[in-house]
């Protein structure tokens, strides 16, 4: 699986943007597709996170409320919407896959196999 995202960009406090990862690949059923961020001088942080089997969607809890993430129906193509902006939403977003999903490690880096080259956000106040 080969991941490309895209969508970042410079943007004011308070507006909306639409981060997409193009996936090249099978999706297998147990397919999972996540963001992750990090931010400049900071970890790799988990954002949200999409899998197939459950058809559930799981968010930390800074994205909760702000952020959506879905797929297309193929799961090509992951999308992370994001509205409100704020300052501390900046960083480098990446997209990330794996076809072996659990519920208990969703939310961890380690989980995923699969990574794209990030796009980064800029939110200026």
């Known amino acids: 699986v080969q991941l490309q995202a895209s969508g970042g960009g410079f943007v004011q406090a308070g507006s909306s943007l639409r981060l997409s990862c193009a996936a090249t690949?099978?999706?297998?059923?147990?397919?999972?597709m996540a963001w992750f961020r990090q931010a400049p001088g900071g970890e790799r942080e988990f954002v949200a996170a999409?899998?197939?089997?459950?058809?559930?969607?799981y968010y930390a809890d800074s994205a909760r409320g702000r952020f959506t993430i879905s797929t297309d129906s193929a799961w090509k193509t992951v999308f992370l919407q994001m509205s409100s902006l704020k300052p501390e939403d900046t960083a480098v977003y990446y997209c990330?896959?794996?076809?072996?999903?659990?519920?208990?490690?969703?939310?961890?880096?380690?989980?995923?196999?699969?990574w794209g080259q990030g796009t980064e956000v800029t939110v200026s106040s």
């Open positions: 990330a896959a794996d076809n072996a999903m659990h519920t208990a490690t969703i939310r961890f880096r380690s989980a995923y196999k699969y």
């Open positions: 690949g099978r999706a297998y059923s147990n397919l999972a």
């Open positions: 999409i899998w197939r089997r459950a058809s559930s969607t």
